[in-house]
């Protein structure tokens, strides 16, 4: 189950989201290549290794990281959670408030995973903690606005338009299992970097959330958007035929 799109428009353009998913693709195509690894040495140099953090070496990976992926489809996933849910929040904090909080969820998403597992000498790549972090700040400020995902069970391929909290809380859940069956012995992914970014854009978004009232804010708008939600056509999965 993945999102698709949300019922949320911006009024204004999202220049710092796009110009972070320029920023992305453009990183991905310049790490593009064969090396050891399958990986080229710029891609290596960039990636974050908690073991070498916590002994003060190759400092530069706590945000290089976050602009590299390792592959199609770990570039796609980010972006689009990124393009999705992003330019609401751009829109409420602004476009360098956004920004810093982008960073700043990227930052504390990769200490989470530091902590986590300080010796690890496995490369962590991605934006994931970042837009973790974005999705947290979403749930708090537009937790029933209405997002529309794909759900793909074996053979059976459907749209669902459900809260946006539904949807961000069982992804939430999702990360801690998979950062407890991590620590159980089942690597791969930085689960506690996405679980820990996620609560830091939780956090981070409260001085936002109290700006708009809290939880009066909630109560006027009854968790939705402050503004008409989109309206789109009703989806479907196109039909072949024989």
């Known amino acids: 189950m993945f999102p698709i799109r949300d019922h949320n ?28 690894g399958g990986m080229p040495d710029l891609w ?7 073991g070498a953090v916590t002994n003060g070496d190759m ?10 992926h390792a592959g199609f489809m770990h570039i796609a996933g980010n972006m689009l959670f990124l393009w999705i849910f992003g330019d609401n929040l751009e829109e409420r904090m602004g476009h360098l408030g956004f920004l810093i909080f982008y960073l700043a969820c990227g930052l504390l998403a990769a200490a989470a995973q530091i902590y986590a597992n300080p010796s690890e000498m496995i490369p ?3 934006a994931s903690g970042a837009v973790a972090g ?6 708090l400020l537009y937790p029933r606005a209405r997002v529309d995902v794909l759900v793909i069970i074996i053979i059976l391929i ?25 620590i159980a012995g089942e690597g791969g992914v930085a689960y506690w970097a996405h679980a820990g970014g996620f609560a830091a854009g939780v956090v981070l978004t409260i001085p936002v959330f ?14 939705h958007p402050p503004h008409p939600e989109a309206r789109y056509g009703r989806s479907r999965v196109p039909q072949v035929r024989r």
């Open 134 to 139: 974005v999705m947290g700040g979403y749930l």
């Open 59 to 68: 400092l530069i990976g706590l945000v290089s990281h976050m602009f590299l």
């Open 44 to 50: 290596w140099r960039l990636a974050l290794y908690p």
């Open 210 to 223: 109290a700006r708009v009232g809290g939880a009066a804010y909630w109560r006027r708008n009854d968790g």
């Open 158 to 182: 459907r749209i669902f338009t459900i809260p946006a909290w539904v949807m961000l809380v069982l992804w939430f859940g999702v990360q801690l299992l998979g950062g407890f069956s991590s």
């Open 9 to 36: 428009p911006s009024e204004k353009t999202p220049y710092v989201t796009l110009i972070l998913i320029g920023l992305n693709i453009v990183m991905f195509i310049a790490t593009l290549g064969d090396g050891p």
């Open 124 to 126: 962590m790549v991605g």
